[in-house]
């Protein structure tokens, strides 16, 4: 059985190509997740390619570093989003969900709002991540509808 390359072969092959990222912008560019963080003033400090193709496709305002957050929240959600911000700093984490129409299908995202933590232990910002998790809320509800 042949054995996988090392992290640092798997990092140095990487590095060798003339179009390579560093591995955590790899990393952090190729998941599906929404990605955001932001300082303890709520400025974005970090965003992934999909968050800004995402956010940009649906709400027509593009995330850049250097934005407040709350600039990206819709209106009749600006409060709520304001709230779960300040809360993520002071230590907590929440999740809430929303649907969203895109396109005309209604889509069903998770949101989470964290603390984000320095290598010390101290809160230095929010992370916010989101998630489509429209497939599984209609395999949740076929399952509903196949059971009765």
Avoid: W
Avoid at 77 to 86: A, F, G, S, T
């Amino acid at each position: 059985m042949k054995s996988l390359p090392s992290n640092q072969k798997f990092t140095s092959s990487i590095q060798d190509t003339s179009t390579a990222e560093d591995p955590p912008s790899l990393l952090l560019n190729n998941l599906d997740e929404i990605l955001l963080l932001t300082d303890l003033d709520l400025k974005i400090i970090f965003v992934n390619t999909v968050t800004s193709k995402t956010i940009g496709n649906n709400i027509g305002i593009t995330p850049k570093e250097g934005m407040n957050i709350l600039e990206l929240a819709p209106a009749d959600r600006y409060h709520q989003i304001k709230d779960l911000c300040h809360r993520a700093l002071t230590g907590e984490t929440n999740a809430i969900e929303r649907e969203i129409d895109i396109d005309g299908s209604l889509c069903f995202f998770q949101s989470h709002f964290k603390p984000a933590f320095d290598s010390a232990g101290a809160i230095v910002g929010v992370l916010m991540t989101s998630k489509n998790i429209t497939k599984q809320k209609r395999l949740a509800e076929e399952q509903i509808k196949t059971e009765e």
